[in-house]
């Protein structure tokens, strides 16, 4: 007799075995949801030195910024394969993106969170560590900016603080 033959038979015991892994496998399921918690990112990358060095404080800074007399920029760190870090691309608020940043960030966040996102998308500039010259960050340019090579080749991956 073979397996759908007996499965046919025992149409009650198939039932029931199916039942069991549909929750089972429900429960293993809404387990790892829940220990995967996520984990509120407070803490950014910064550079004043055009990224030949990084140090981390605040995400809620607006960059630029005085650090130590000079002006810290928001640094982008990357990691190559082999472990070690780099700073793939540093970003600043142009000074009318920062001026209207902060002017909504004394409002109540839920009341205008869509502004402070389009001020930081319209505001934002970015350039390359050792670069002068300084983009949009909608602008084509900006997208090879974006998508930084690592100086040892091979995949980059992004670090977070």
Not at 14 to 25: K, P, Q, W
Not at 32 to 41: M, P, V, Y
Request: one cysteine or more; proline letters at 6%; charged letters at 25%.
């Amino acid at each position: 007799m073979g397996i759908c033959e007996t499965l046919d038979r025992r149409k009650n015991v198939t039932l029931a075995i199916c039942g069991i892994v549909i929750v089972a496998a429900v429960i293993i399921i809404f387990a790892e949801s829940r220990s995967a918690s996520l984990q509120k990112i407070d803490r950014a990358f910064y550079s004043d030195d055009d990224g030949q060095t990084y140090f981390v404080d605040s995400v809620d800074k607006l960059f630029p910024f005085d650090h130590n007399g000079k002006q810290a920029y928001r640094a982008y760190v990357f990691k190559c394969g082999d472990g070690t870090t780099f700073v793939g691309y540093l970003a600043r608020y142009t000074d009318s993106a920062k001026s209207r940043l902060q002017e909504l960030m004394a409002r109540p966040y839920n009341e205008v969170a869509q502004q402070i996102a389009d001020a930081e998308s319209a505001g934002t500039e970015v350039k390359k560590p050792g670069d002068s010259t300084w983009y949009p960050q909608t602008s084509p340019r900006a997208a090879e900016i974006l998508l930084p090579k690592s100086p040892k080749g091979g995949p980059v991956e992004g670090v977070i603080p």
